[in-house]
Each structure stands twice: as structure tokens, then as C-alpha cells.
């Protein structure tokens, strides 16, 4: 019989199993046509343990996990004092991403995180909670309007010299 879902801090330990969750879920997501070098460089780089201690020791940003039955099944990353693509978003706080394992789509999982980050969010006095999310990732942008998030204009996320359009998304309070 499966256990509730729990949710906690991240440590400095849980950065290898992030790391393999995060390029999973990446993966999943951008690489629908099969694997080309930009993807396979931008999971190997970004999303390597190495970066994950290196954001988890960070005190601007946050990582929290939703573990059940000892396994992790997603994460969400926060973070203050970062560039907002919007003037009005500076003194928000940023959701850098959150991951959900495909298995684990629609039990929850995401959002019992956005709803521990948003709690998050206000309780650090923020005026909002903004992220970008990639154009044609369609479960995602349906999760965050489901959610109660606005999109307030676009973006691009840029590597190995491709642009990836990106709607961005604001909840204010």
C-alpha cells in the first residue's frame, strides 16, 4: 500500500537523485523528436550534480521535494534576487522550475509543491510568484492556468544557439 506523499527540504545528499530526476524530466520534455548535441550538452551541463550542491548550498534559492515510499518523484526550485524579464516581477520570487516524473503527473505531486512555494513566497513577503514555462510544453502551461496564474508576456530560453519561446506566468496576492 502506497504511503502519502511527503514533502521536505532538499540537502546537499539529494543532489545526485535531483540531478537524474531533473535531466529525466528534461529530457522528456525537449527532446520529443529524439536527442540533438544542444540537448544532451544543456542536460549534461545545467543539470549535473555538481550544479545541483552548488544551487542547494546557494542562499537565495530554495529546492523542495516530494518524495512517497523513499523515492523522489519531483522538486521545485525557488529563487530571490534573480533577473525578472519584467519590471513589475523584480520583487517577486522566481520558480525556477518544477519537475515532476511523468508517472507522477496528475496525483498531486506538482501541486502540493507550487501550493508549499507559494505558502513560501508569501511568507517571505514577496509581491508574487513568477516563472517561465516553455510554449509548447501544453500539460504545463494548462497546470499553471489550472493553478491561478496569469501569463503576463513572453520570452525566450536560449541554448546551443536555438530560442525556445517561453510564456511567463505571474500569481500575485
Known sequence: MPTSLSLRLAESQ????????ATQVFLDTYAVDGMRADLAEEALSVYAPKQFQQRLADPHRTLLLAERNGHLLGFVEVAQ???????QLAQGLELVRLYVQRHAHRQGVGQ????????????????????????????????????????VGTTAYEFGGNAYANQIFCKTW
Not at 539529494?14 to 530526476?21: P, V
Not at 534576487?81 to 519590471?87: F, G, K, L, S
Not at 508549499?116 to 502551461?141: D, F, I, K, S
Request: proline share 4%; net charge negative.
Open 81 to 87: 534576487n534573480t533577473r525578472a524579464p519584467q519590471a
Open 14 to 21: 539529494d543532489a545526485l537523485c535531483i540531478s537524474g530526476l
Open 112 to 151: 502540493a509543491l507550487l501550493h508549499q512555494v507559494e505558502n513560501l513566497a508569501r511568507a517571505q513577503q514577496a509581491c508574487c510568484l513568477w516563472l517561465t514555462a516553455w510554449a509548447e510544453n501544453h500539460p504545463a502551461l494548462a497546470f499553471y492556468l489550472a493553478q491561478g496564474y496569469d501569463v
